[in-house]
């Protein structure tokens, strides 16, 4: 694989220092900690933080998400992992949070969230970590992964490659099997790419996306096209569903300020 970095050893720090140095009006190390990163103006009085923690090889999680209206900081690792359905987490409690609702409210807010959002993935080829002598896993040029993770856990099945329409459909079944939609519901979808795959794609996937929906009656509600979770070099994508009332409505709304998203 052709690539673009120094020491295998420094690729992460190095990758850190060049996203605070890009940002430096809205990023800062804690105590001097390269790994351990926090809005430019932390703390914020009288409101709850919203801190993560995880891997590095996933951007914009996590270090992308730190700002007004998500994160608050976040310590990045090695190890890799990543969903593209935290986004979503990320946005209720942090708008939450923003709202000055206390940490039950936050906790609560952002669980209750988690019940109603639902993520599948498909690769059709790994990435390959530096530093490592082989990809995370392995796919002939014919096959596609449904249901792998973020980093190579094995998927719910291994088949030959579809076409878009094909593969998003059924990935779109196997996502209303776990979350129950009814004529007249809203969601708000995300369609992410696991990195190699570009964004002319991703709107033909949210193309069908969107169709199937709409034969459901089931009102999409501000969708999210783009590069959300990713690793690395991996191609394939994920779709998100997360099942709307009111009041995450009112948190997809709010207004975010990060290095990598910038809405209201």
């Keep these: 694989?052709?690539?673009?970095?120094?020491?295998?050893?420094?690729y992460v720090n190095e990758m850190l220092e060049g996203?605070?140095?890009?940002?430096?009006n809205l990023l800062k190390k804690v105590n001097g900690e390269i790994r351990?990163?926090?809005?430019?103006?932390?703390?914020?009085?009288?409101?709850?933080?919203?801190?993560?923690g995880g891997g590095s090889g996933h951007l914009p999680v996590f270090m992308g998400y730190i700002g007004k209206g998500l994160l608050d900081g976040a310590a990045d690792e090695n190890n890799r992992r990543g969903v593209a359905g935290l986004f979503y987490a990320y946005k209720v409690a942090g708008a939450c949070a923003d709202k000055r609702g206390s940490l039950e409210e936050v906790d609560q807010t952002t669980k209750e969230a988690l019940k109603n959002i639902r993520s599948l993935g498909v690769a059709i080829s790994p990435c390959t970590v530096p530093g490592a002598e082989k990809p995370s896993f392995t796919l002939k040029d014919s096959e596609m992964e449904i249901g792998m993770g973020i980093h190579g856990e094995a998927g719910i099945k291994r088949e030959e490659r579809k076409s878009a329409d094909e593969v998003t459909e059924d990935m779109m079944r196997l996502l209303f099997e776990d979350l129950p939609l009814e004529k007249g519901n809203e969601v708000s979808v995300l369609v992410n790419s696991l990195g190699a795959t570009p964004l002319e794609e991703l709107y033909i996937i949210f193309r069908k996306v969107s169709q199937i929906l709409q034969g459901k009656n089931i009102k999409i509600y501000k969708p999210f096209i783009g590069r959300y979770a990713t690793s690395l070099e991996m191609a394939g994508f994920s779709i998100t569903?997360?099942?709307?009332?009111?009041?995450?409505?009112?948190?997809?709304?709010?207004?975010?300020?990060?290095p990598f998203v910038k809405e209201g």
């Design 1 to 10: 694989m052709k690539t673009f970095y120094n020491k295998d050893e420094d």
């Design 19 to 24: 996203i605070i140095n890009a940002h430096l």
């Design 36 to 52: 351990a990163i926090a809005r430019a103006d932390a703390p914020i009085k009288s409101k709850v933080s919203i801190v993560t």
């Design 241 to 258: 569903l997360f099942k709307l009332n009111e009041k995450y409505k009112e948190y997809l709304d709010h207004p975010v300020w990060t």
